[in-house]
């Protein structure tokens, strides 16, 4: 609605260039040339704020509600009530907290994983192209598949490939730990970075192949070191894709569900707020306190994304420039 | 000094050029390891596939993928393909028209309603899902696939719109003033002079969308029930499955991974524009 309020005094700037173009015709005619235009966009447009937007007015509408499932003549206006238990709830903050771990630790690490990677195969060398296809199979596989793989069949501690690896190199003997028991987060965080590195080394690689190479060449005849040429123009030509990567990375890994729910359940203190929120909804039916904990998500990805989209929005600013 | 050039230019030397192939050969078979491992595993028996330290060598058997498919998957991977497939037609059909009001001859404040549909990729799914359980459970709609098909356009909607925006982007204008001069029909104009150009975009996107929708799980886990369950939610019955069946789990995560694998190695060039939402060319 606001898009279509603001774009009506552009139109008239349309309108204006339109009739200088097309001399003198009538308003009826100009009218129809913008709406000619904006046509193709409505369904669209349309289809997104009812599917998405819609709801999310109604998430916000039982978030000051009394609402839960189990208690059904219970149901009232709540006020804040909602969000002050959401965030004085131990269970909740460190949900918050595992969230923020999660998604930092992943696309930190995948990050600089792939960042390595990318500098690796950006030479040429024989088995390149294989290489690159092992490289991606790990983001082509099912997510649940892949949580599936990593709990039952690498960190498994009585059959698992992990500590099979362990008894080949050590001996009968070898430490046989409990992977998932031990370290439950950081075998989330592993196996998500072993999912994503692929897609950022993707992203950075097409990144290293764009850079002109005849600058660089020069840059190496006039006697720089292979550091200052990476430091000085390599790293800021990558600036834009490491950007997009991390903000890509960064979308998906926040709302992780299938690894979080796969690997662990949630248990071992690895619940993450996508996680608490489907289950205070679909297993304790508290809709309001969801429908709170879910507001307070949606404020602090927006938060995040503003900063974001504003470094972002200056690549595409110059991609579509061109 | 040559070895640092040898990154910079892409050009081949041996010496450190040699040791640094190596590395990357390792890494890249380190990356691919535990999917080879699933799908050795598949092949193996229970007893073997459970065995500590592992038994690489133990014969090969399609147990485990008979005993998976006796668990009867075909309806949840048929819910899947009719999900992922009718759903991506949709997208495509709604993100091209509004990808070429976006692109050319752009409407004006396009780059807002670019980002309004970025910023829907924003809001997590938790924070929708329960007005859609609601308003599903009130009128009958739970457990049913259009419900899925529906999400699954807004799901990929956005990505559909960045990357074919990007892709139509690049058709020349002057193909379209041509085509203005003779008179061709908005309709006409895009069927007969922009949709060839953009076909192999199309393709990708539509590649994508496929993905993404065969993947989701938590939509489908919440909204479906017996009827309507797909592939990932068939899987997630494995979660809590014990060490006698881990033949079995290996064989169903590489059945419904297939139609991924295949897709994304068919079209691993246009995964990363895609990905990307066509930013990166």
Not at chain 1, 261 to 285: C, D, E, K, M, R
Not at chain 2, 12 to 31: D, H, Q, T
Not at chain 2, 45 to 52: I, L, Q, R
């Amino acid at each position: 609605m606001s898009v279509d309020s603001k774009s009506d005094t552009g139109a008239k700037a349309g309108r204006r260039r339109a009739a200088a173009r097309s001399g003198s015709q009538g308003t009826m005619m100009r009218t129809a040339g913008d709406w000619a235009r904006r046509g193709p966009l409505l369904p669209a447009l349309i289809f997104m704020i009812v599917v998405t937007q819609l709801p999310f007015v109604v998430t916000i509408i039982v978030s000051f509600m009394n609402w839960n499932a189990y208690y059904p003549d219970d149901r009232g206006f709540a006020g804040f009530a909602n969000f002050r238990r959401v965030l004085t709830d131990a269970n909740t903050r460190h949900a918050i907290w595992v969230t923020i771990l999660l998604t930092a630790g992943v696309v930190l690490v995948s990050l600089v994983l792939g960042l390595l990677i990318a500098l690796l195969l950006d030479r040429r060398f024989r088995g390149r192209g294989a290489v690159r296809t092992m490289m991606i199979t790990p983001f082509l596989v099912v997510p649940v598949a892949a949580a599936l793989l990593w709990k039952h069949a690498l960190y498994n501690p009585t059959y698992g490939l992990f500590n099979g690896v362990l008894k080949w190199i050590f001996g009968a003997n070898a430490p046989q730990p409990d992977w998932i028991s031990n370290q439950p987060l950081w075998s989330i965080i592993f196996a998500l970075v072993w999912q994503w590195t692929p897609f950022m080394m993707l992203i950075l690689l097409a990144g290293l192949q764009s850079r002109p190479l005849d600058v660089i060449e020069a840059a190496g005849i006039d006697g720089a070191n292979q550091w200052e040429i990476f430091r000085y123009m390599t790293l800021p030509h990558l600036r834009q894709y490491l950007e997009l990567s991390a903000l890509l990375g960064s979308i998906y890994v926040v709302q992780n569900f299938d690894a979080v729910f796969t690997i662990t359940s949630g248990g071992l203190g690895t619940a993450n707020l996508p996680y608490t929120i489907y289950q205070t909804f679909y297993t304790a039916h508290d809709y309001g306190r969801a429908s709170a904990a879910g507001v307070i998500v949606v404020i602090g990805t927006i938060a995040i994304a503003t900063f974001a989209l504003r470094s972002v929005s200056t690549l595409f600013r110059e991609e579509t420039g061109k | 000094m040559s070895s640092q050039v040898t990154i910079v230019t892409g050009k081949k030397n041996r010496g450190g050029g040699f040791v640094l192939s190596g590395v990357a050969w390792i890494v890249g078979i380190l990356f691919v390891l535990p999917v080879l491992w699933m799908l050795l595993t598949s092949f193996h028996s229970e007893p073997n596939a459970a065995k500590n330290p592992p038994d690489v060598a133990a014969p090969l058997t399609l147990d485990g993928y008979r005993s998976f498919f006796s668990t009867g998957p075909w309806p949840s991977i048929a819910n899947s393909l009719t999900s992922s497939i009718l759903s991506t037609v949709l997208v495509i059909l709604l993100a091209f028209p509004a990808a070429y009001a976006l692109s050319i001859r752009p409407v004006r404040k396009w780059t807002d309603v670019l980002f309004f549909f970025l910023s829907t990729k924003m809001l997590p799914v938790v924070a929708g899902l329960l007005p859609i359980y609601l308003f599903a459970q009130s009128v009958g709609f739970l457990d049913n696939i259009w419900l899925l098909i529906i999400l699954y356009t807004s799901m990929n909607l956005p990505i559909a719109v960045w990357m074919l925006r990007s892709f139509l982007s690049e058709v020349p204008v002057e193909i379209l003033e041509a085509a203005s001069v003779d008179g061709a029909s908005l309709i006409r104009t895009l069927r007969s002079v922009v949709a060839p150009v953009v076909t192999p975009g199309i393709a990708s996107a539509a590649l994508i969308c496929f993905i993404f929708s065969w993947n989701e799980l938590l939509f489908a886990r919440v909204l479906t029930g017996t009827v309507a369950q797909t592939a990932p939610v068939f899987l997630t019955g494995f979660v809590t499955s014990q060490g006698l069946f881990l033949a079995k789990v290996c064989a169903a995560s590489i059945v419904v991974s297939l139609p991924v694998l295949i897709a994304g190695f068919a079209a691993q060039d246009k995964l990363v524009q895609g990905l990307s939402l066509g930013a990166v060319k």
